[in-house]
Nanobody, 123 residues
Framework: VQLQASGGGLVQAGGSLRLSCAVS????????MAWFRQAPGKEREFVAT????????EHADSVKGRFTISRDNAKNTGYLQMNSLKLEDTAVYFC?????????????????WGQGTQVTVSS
């Protein structure tokens, strides 16, 4: 399966962006999907994950109430809506997928990764 992340860019603090993750190669609905991010000099960190049906989601405490993960299985695409962006949200954002029914925040348990999209929040 191949993942292609897009939608990153430069935005002012308080602004919004929506990231997309287009999935090809296999049935998208068979995969749990997640977003992670990595800032310069920092470890990759969990942002959000969504179950195969979309009924269950989990968000990191640092983004809860501001970011929302979703998916459209008919379009083979996952999304991350990011509102009220802060300077500390600046990072490369990666989408990831795993071929099991359980959601997880552990990066090592995702088999497939997109190339990343840069999000830069300015003051």
């Amino acid at each position: 399966v191949q993942l292609q992340a897009s939608g990153g860019g430069l935005v002012q603090a308080g602004g919004s962006l929506r990231l997309s993750c287009a999935v090809s190669g296999r049935r998208f609905r068979d995969y749990v999907m997640a977003w992670f991010r990595q800032a310069p000099g920092k470890e990759r960190e969990f942002v959000a994950t969504i179950s195969r049906s979309g009924q269950r989601t989990e968000h990191a405490d640092s983004v809860k109430g501001r970011f929302t993960i979703s998916r459209d299985n008919a379009k083979n695409t996952g999304y991350l809506q990011m509102n009220s962006l802060k300077l500390e949200d600046t990072a490369v954002y990666f989408c990831a997928a795993r071929y099991t029914p359980l959601v997880t925040a552990t990066a090592g348990e995702y088999q497939y990764w997109g190339q990343g999209t840069q999000v830069t929040v300015s003051s």
